[in-house]
């Protein structure tokens, strides 16, 4: 479906001031035609009351075709199933009053969507129930929209359970893909937003992990969903993309906005970082404790303050290590023997 736009002219103020003047016309035409009916002119007067019955039904008509559009707004306009086009420009219109404004979304409200859904409505007090009937404008928005659909579980690359949620910025860039190429615009990009996300959180692991090829191209590289957040996004933008364009959609931006192991192996991954982060402290501390036990005795030969056998060379770089090594401060013992 060809989007079609509608360059009808902002008239909409002038036929509701003839509609309204007509108006007066209509119920003097009316009381003049009973008037002349009860006196001699009977002739005159049926005419008259016919013109202003005629005019009672038929004066309302015009009002039907009135529309009133703000910036941002769009409206799909179609007459006897037909599609006739699409009006953008904010103003005052009047349009065929038998054309039917189409928004099959019109009653669907996504999670924090920055839309705003215009409702006018009545209530009725039936023994003793209230009931309100609202009618649902039929107005398309353009504006900038967010979805929110929410935290998902998904296994990533390793097969850990994870739980991710992501926002994604949208809006509606042609009309008449999105009412009439879809059954539902919002729900058809809810449910590829879902979609999405799922196929590319498979391809990442939490945190980087060895032999894992996120970009195709054959070769392990350190890609996570931890450390390659707009990485990450990006392609989930692009995956989204790809897949609502048909529906006259287009994703300005998507986010990662909730990233965690789920609460069934949340305790064991956060033992499993714990334990990494301990190594990896304990791998620095020997590195730099076997550095300065090389330092000690290469300058204690360079001044030959002291001459150390093999024994006694072990017997120090031995406490040396300890002392550097240790989780607590060491205690010294002043030895005042020999060492033999």
């Not at 897949?243 to 991954?269: C, H, N, Q, W």
């Not at 956060?270 to 334990?275: P, V």
């Not at 791998?283 to 150390?308: T, W």
Request: proline share 3%; charged share 20%.
């Amino acid at each position: 479906m060809t989007e079609k736009i509608l360059t009808t002219k902002k008239n909409g103020m002038t036929v509701m001031i003839l509609n309204i003047l007509v108006f007066p016309v209509v119920i003097a035409a009316f009381v003049f035609g009973i008037i002349l009916m009860d006196g001699e002119n009977y002739l005159l007067g049926v005419p008259l009351l016919v013109i202003g019955i005629l005019g009672f039904l038929v004066s309302w008509i015009p009002l039907c075709g009135l529309k009133v559009l703000k910036p941002q707004e769009a409206l799909v306009l179609t007459l006897f199933g037909n599609y006739i086009g699409t009006i953008k420009e904010p103003g005052f219109y009047f349009v065929n009053p038998f054309c039917t404004a189409v928004n099959p979304a019109a009653n669907t409200k996504l999670a924090q969507s920055g839309e705003t859904t215009t409702k006018t409505g009545v209530s009725a007090n039936v023994d003793g129930t209230t009931i309100n009937v609202e009618a649902v404008g039929k107005k398309i928005s353009l504006k900038a929209m967010t979805l929110n659909n929410g935290r998902q579980k998904i296994n990533d690359c390793l097969g850990n359970p994870i739980e991710i949620g992501i926002a994604v910025i949208w809006r509606v860039t042609d009309t008449a893909k999105a009412v009439f190429d879809v059954d539902n615009y919002k729900e058809y990009l809810s449910l590829q937003c879902d979609s999405a996300l799922r196929n590319i959180v498979r391809i990442y692991p939490y945190d980087v992990a060895t032999n894992v090829d996120t970009t195709g191209d054959g070769q392990a590289d350190e890609g996570s969903l931890r450390g390659s957040a707009e990485v990450v996004a990006q392609r989930i933008k692009e995956e989204i993309q790809s897949k609502v364009t048909d529906a006259g959609l287009e994703i300005l931006e998507a986010r990662i906005t909730y990233l965690a192991y789920a609460p069934e192996i949340a305790s064991v991954m956060l033992q499993r970082q714990q334990a990494s982060a301990i190594i990896d402290a304990r791998k620095m501390i020997v590195d730099g404790a076997v550095g300065m036990v090389e330092m000690a005795l290469e300058r204690l030969n360079e001044k030959q303050l002291v001459d150390l056998d093999e024994e006694r060379k072990a017997a120090m770089v031995s406490n040396l290590l300890v002392v550097l090594c240790g989780n607590h401060d060491a205690q010294p013992i002043v030895n005042s023997g020999s060492l033999y």
